[in-house]
């Protein structure tokens, strides 16, 4: 049986993601005005196939099996304040919603979906402020009480066909013991999964690591840079230089101290970048090098060192 696709976020048909499936154009009159309804080259991969028609109304069990729904996103310039959070929250809100929306007429026309909700929080907020910051701490939670909202909603199929989504917490005694009393048959039979693609660590100035000139010489370039990139840095050698540049890097104490070097060879033989054989068109992304930290240490480019470190003065 197919499933119905379903794409939530605040990204959907923006110049981004036009750009990042290789459909804007040059020329802003090339552009052309993408619909409510248009798919992601992931979900025409996905189902395998172009959608038959954009004309046939979304109400039509005939029409695309993909759908996509437009959330806002935060500002940045209200990141660390009480607003940025509160909007973060609330257009997560605002996506289960959308959610709930689509999966209720999908049950009603007695079809499955597969529906991805993507929000661009904590990550948005822990770049800009750590990890520690009270406002993250307001944002995961908002976000988990939310996520939490959805599952009680699918778990009374009732409620979800009549739109009722705001079974929260601090419902009533009675109407937690008429939920508490619904078997498996009154639940939508649904799965959630939450997950990240990554995690965060609070970077000091002082933990920043700007590389010596004795290793800059010796390369092509490095990819580094504290928006990640410099907690696991690839490194391009110089033709011929690969020796001399693990000779010069153990030499250093901040270096080989701080951040585990090893080559892109060795990093695939112990299973870094997964179990699976790497293709063949990958390999030549990766490099000579990976350095990957094992504390805080993070190594960044000079101008970044230095607007970070000017910032705290």
């Known amino acids: 049986k197919q499933r119905r696709m379903i794409y939530i976020n605040a990204y959907n048909g923006d110049d981004y993601q036009q750009w990042s499936q290789g459909t804007k154009k040059n020329h802003p ?60 929250i609330q257009y997560y809100r605002d996506g289960i919603n959308a959610a709930l929306d689509l999966i209720a007429k999908a049950e009603r026309d007695g079809e499955s979906t597969f529906t991805y909700l993507y929000t661009a929080h904590p990550d ?25 909202r959805l599952w009680r909603v699918l778990g009374d199929r009732e409620a979800l066909l009549a739109g009722k989504y705001d079974l929260d917490s601090n419902s009533g005694v009675e109407e ?6 619904k078997g498996d048959d ?10 990240a693609d990554h995690g965060h660590v609070t970077v000091q100035p002082h933990d920043m690591v700007t590389l010596p000139k004795c290793i ?41 101290q701080h951040f585990l070097l090893l080559t892109i060879d060795e990093a695939i033989e112990i299973g870094l970048f997964g ?39």
């Not at 937690?176 to 009393?181: E, F, L």
């Not at 690969?242 to 010069?248: H, N």
């Not at 990958?282 to 090098?289: A, E, I, Q, S, Y």
């Open 186 to 195: 009154d639940a939508v039979d649904a799965t959630v999964v939450m997950t």
């Open 275 to 313: 179990p699976e054989c790497m293709r063949m068109e990958v390999r030549p992304r990766l490099g000579d090098f990976v350095s990957i930290s094992i504390g805080k240490k993070t190594l960044v480019t000079p101008s970044e060192n230095e607007t970070f470190r000017k910032g705290c003065r």
């Open 216 to 256: 800059l010489e010796l390369l092509e370039y490095a990819c580094i840079g504290v928006h990640g990139k410099g907690r696991h840095g690839y490194l391009y050698c110089r033709a011929g230089l690969q020796r001399t540049l693990q000779q010069r890097w153990n030499a250093i104490d901040e270096l080989h």
């Open 29 to 88: 009159n090339e552009s052309r005005k993408r619909k409510h309804s248009d798919a992601t080259d992931f979900s025409e991969w996905q189902m395998g196939k172009q959608a038959a028609s954009e004309t046939k109304p979304l109400s039509s069990s005939s029409c695309t099996l993909f759908e996509t729904a437009k959330i806002e996103e935060t500002a940045f310039d209200t990141l660390g304040e009480p607003k940025g959070s509160v909007d973060a």
């Open 124 to 148: 948005k907020h822990m770049h800009a402020l750590g990890v520690e910051h009270v406002e993250v701490r307001n944002v995961v939670r908002g976000i988990e009480s939310e996520t939490e």
């Open 176 to 181: 937690q013991q008429n939920c508490s009393k």
